[in-house]
């Protein structure tokens, strides 16, 4: 069983009025959730990562399974398999909100795919902004009836600096409980906690640069370690900065994480997870 998802963003105007389009169904192709989102004046990036950020939020509401995750953004698609940096400091935000749920997804992949791919999320889109409200066409993944969908930041090159990261109300609720009791106090912050990287699949022959250091393991606290090549760690650094980031009640549950080697031919794999005994507490 899996989750297919597809979604789509745009701006008329660019800044202008935006809305995202959702769609996800089951891997027998019958359809679970078809959605519009209205998201008031933002850029077409950022539209683009809000579709993203609500496909997730709903994906949440679903019994835990792979997904695969479709979009005509290009430029998000290799944002997100850290092919590409994040250079707008506007969209850093939104960025960061969907490496944390990606975070709880335990298997996902994500893919470019051609716009006629992609006309039904298109078309919620465009809904969205023709009623400059949210439509819910069809709605199967809700926990139960009344129940209310995280709502994700609308933030982005039109939002500017006091966009705020709209958390889910839960995990609010789970973090003040932790700061309660003195949880917040006792985690370690980011910075100090470790991240393993496990070399999966070897590069192909004459494609690394440096072949013996590729089949390492290396422990990531707060610089990069030696023997580790620009490429691969411009494909990891993400995830570990996502895993890094994860709350303190998170960060132990992280699933393990495979990425990609980003240069091209190399085909090597490292597989990323939280070091246990390095979020305020001792293994033994």
Same mark, same amino acid.
């Given at each position: 069983?899996? =989750? ?24 027998? %192709?019958?359809?679970?959730? %078809? ?17 993203? =950020? ?48 990606? =975070? ?181």
């Amino acid at each position: 069983m899996s =989750l297919i998802v597809h979604f789509d963003g745009g701006a008329r105007g660019n800044p202008g009025p935006a809305g995202a389009g959702v769609v996800i169904c089951g891997d027998d %192709e019958k359809p679970l959730f %078809e959605g519009g989102f209205y998201l008031g004046p933002l850029t077409n990036n950022a539209a683009e990562y809000n579709a993203l =950020l609500r496909s997730l939020e709903r994906v949440a509401l679903a019994p835990p399974q792979p997904v695969q995750l479709h979009s005509d953004s290009e430029l998000l698609v290799r944002q997100i398999t850290g092919e590409y940096q994040v250079k707008s400091p506007a969209l850093e935000q939104l960025y960061a909100q969907a490496q944390r749920l990606l =975070l709880r997804i335990s298997h996902w992949s994500i893919r470019h795919v051609r716009r006629d791919a992609n006309k039904r999320a298109d078309q919620l889109a465009n809904l969205a902004m023709d009623e400059r409200r949210d439509v819910i066409v069809l709605d199967r993944l809700s926990a139960a009836p009344g129940s209310d969908a995280p709502e994700p930041a609308r933030g982005g090159e039109a939002a500017g600096k006091g966009a705020r990261d709209a958390a889910p109300r839960a995990r609010r609720k789970r973090q003040d409980a932790s700061d309660s009791h003195g949880g917040a106090a006792n985690a370690a912050s980011p910075a100090e906690r470790r991240v393993r990287v496990v070399c999966g699949r070897a590069p192909a022959e004459d494609a690394c640069p440096d072949p013996p250091a590729a089949h390492g393991t290396w422990d990531i606290a707060s610089t990069v370690p030696p023997g580790m090549c620009l490429s691969a760690a411009q494909a990891i650094l993400p995830t570990v900065l996502a895993i890094q980031n994860a709350g303190a009640e998170d960060f132990p549950n992280v699933p393990a994480l495979t990425v990609r080697c980003a240069r091209p031919g190399c085909g090597a794999t490292f597989v990323v997870s939280p070091l246990a005994g390095s979020n305020g507490s001792h293994s033994s």
